[in-house]
């Protein structure tokens, strides 16, 4: 109920933006209705997925991506199970999506992870063309990703 409630409430605010949108003036009131407040369901997916790593001992991360509101990628870390230091949450995730999807870039994408991306995964989100990242138990908006 409430995800639907939450899609009435996003169409309204687009549809709005986009009406008002030509007296405006500007594109960035049209852009912000396509920018969605982060969603808690989707924070809840990359805490499964962090659960998942718990489970085979790895370290405790986990990430989904998201895009048209649906998960098209996740990750659990995998750097202890794979012995591989690249094979963190968010790469994991990021490297599902583009097999899933068939494409390297990801462009209108979330990226939301159990905890602040490092650096390495920030780049690779930025190469990736990932619109914005959403990490923590806060939902914190943490922007564009930036190489």
Not at 68 to 81: A, C, E, L, N
Not at 87 to 112: C, F
Request: charged residues 25%; contains cysteine; glycine residues 8%.
């Amino acid at each position: 109920m409430n995800v639907i409630l939450s899609l009435r409430g996003l169409r309204r605010r687009r549809l709005a933006a986009l009406a008002l949108a030509p007296w405006a003036g500007s594109a960035t009131l049209a852009r912000a209705a396509e920018t969605a407040a982060p969603e808690r369901r989707f924070h809840d997916a990359a805490l499964a997925m962090r659960e998942l790593a718990l489970s085979w001992d790895d370290q405790p991360y986990g990430a989904v991506l998201v895009l048209d509101g649906r998960i098209v990628g996740d990750g659990p870390s995998r750097v202890v199970r794979d012995a591989d230091p690249n094979a963190h949450a968010e790469r994991e995730a990021i490297r599902d999506a583009q097999r899933r999807l068939g494409r390297p870039k990801l462009a209108g994408s979330v990226l939301y992870s159990t905890s602040r991306p490092c650096r390495a995964c920030e780049a690779a989100a930025s190469a990736a063309g990932i619109e914005r990242m959403v990490f923590g138990p806060d939902l914190i908006d943490a922007g564009v990703p930036r190489r």
